[in-house]
Nanobody, 121 residues
Framework: VQLQASGGGLVQAGGSLRLSCAAS????????VGWFRQAPGKEREFVAA????????YYADSVKGRFTISRDNTKNTVYLQMNSLKFDDTAVYYC???????????????WGKGTLVTVSS
């Protein structure tokens, strides 16, 4: 499975962005997908995850109520809708796929290159 994240950019605090994670490979619909982010000088951290079948996702406390993860398996794409963005959301965002629905980085075998989100205060 190959993943490509896109949709990052510069946005003012309070604004919105939608990230996309496009996947190649027929087995993508059988994998859970997670979004992670890494701010400058910080470790990569979990943001949100969604089961292979879709449905409600699981979120880090820092983004709960502001971010929504979803997927369209007919398009091999997972989305991360980010609303009410804050300066602290500035980071490179990565999507990852794996067999286990998890918040742990080690659970995800496939990673895409990140997309940069910059929130200006």
């Amino acid at each position: 499975v190959q993943l490509q994240a896109s949709g990052g950019g510069l946005v003012q605090a309070g604004g919105s962005l939608r990230l996309s994670c496009a996947a190649s490979g027929r087995t993508f619909s059988s994998y859970a997908v997670g979004w992670f982010r890494q701010a400058p000088g910080k470790e990569r951290e979990f943001v949100a995850a969604i089961r292979y079948s879709g449905g409600g996702g699981y979120y880090a406390d820092s983004v709960k109520g502001r971010f929504t993860i979803s997927r369209d398996n007919t398009k091999n794409t997972v989305y991360l809708q980010m609303n009410s963005l804050k300066f602290d959301d500035t980071a490179v965002y990565y999507c990852a796929a794996g067999p286990v629905y998890s918040t742990q980085i080690s659970s995800y075998a496939y990673w895409g290159k990140g997309t940069l989100v910059t929130v200006s205060s």
